[in-house]
T-cell receptor, first 116, second 113 residues
Framework: AQTVTQSQPEMSVQEAETVTLSCTYD???????LFWYKQPPSRQMILVIR??????QNATENRFSVNFQKAAKSFSLKISDSQLGDAAMYFC?????????????FGKGTKLSVKP | NAGVTQTPKFQVLKTGQSMTLQCAQD?????MSWYRQDPGMGLRLIHY???????DQGEVPNGYNVSRSTTEDFPLRLLSAAPSQTSVYFC????????????FGDGTRLSIL
């Protein structure tokens, strides 16, 4: 069974600085998808960025980028120029390529605080 | 376009009571899922459906029932509520498999006394 581990329960960053959130996963599959979701205090689950395992190029969405290391089974999220609105829980998630189950396996989350 | 709609947003039950959490999506998505979120545990899959008439168990299915009679609706039933089911419940939907993101509802905060 696949597992997702986020080893940093809490992180803090100064506004305008850069922060990296860690995520590792365990799988025997060669094809899969990885996601980062943001959950602000409003409780909404918001997709931040996604990565296909077959793509070597790291995904980027504006100030958000990932460092995907397939061999190391690592999928970290970098937030550049941090803003107060980035304060939230961040969840790393894994999704199998195929099979009958197309659902997400989540890590336990990292709570990010942004200091003004 | 409402996306994924969950009702109610908050609910308090007494132990032993039953209730149904409603979930509806208007995006014609095949996949629908129910997750529960507990402090320090992330989100865990309860049940899921790959289409109307097809459901299956996730990681934590005990105490919950689901059915999917239409593409749009995927209700979650608590047959006899227990304090251990106090949680925030999320419904999600997605178009097929792959890198299509799951769209989440706003969640239902459920407290069992």
């Amino acid at each position: 069974a696949q597992t997702v581990t986020q080893s940093q329960p809490e992180m803090s960053v100064q506004e305008a600085e850069t922060v990296t959130l860690s995520c590792t996963y365990d799988t025997s599959e060669s094809d899969y998808y990885l996601f980062w979701y943001k959950q602000p205090p409003s409780r909404q689950m918001i997709l931040v960025i996604r990565q296909e395992a077959y793509k070597q190029q790291n995904a980027t969405e504006n100030r958000f980028s990932v460092n995907f290391q397939k061999a190391a089974k690592s999928f970290s999220l970098k937030i550049s120029d941090s803003q107060l609105g980035d304060a939230a829980m961040y969840f790393c998630a894994y999704r199998s390529w195929g099979g009958s189950q197309g659902n997400l396996i989540f890590g336990k989350g990292t709570k990010l605080s942004v200091k003004p | 376009n409402a996306g994924v709609t969950q009702t109610p947003k908050f609910q308090v039950l007494k132990t032993g009571q039953s209730m149904t959490l409603q979930c509806a999506q208007d995006m014609n998505h095949e996949y629908m899922s129910w997750y529960r979120q507990d402090p320090g545990m992330g989100l865990r899959l309860i049940h899921y459906s790959v289409g109307a008439g097809i459901t299956d168990q996730g990681e934590v299915p005990n105490g919950y029932n689901v059915s999917r009679s239409t593409t749009e609706d995927f209700p979650l039933r608590l047959l006899s509520a227990a304090p251990s089911q106090t949680s925030v419940y999320f419904c999600a939907s997605s178009r097929g498999r792959g890198n299509q993101p799951q769209h989440f509802g706003d969640g239902t905060r459920l407290s069992i006394l």
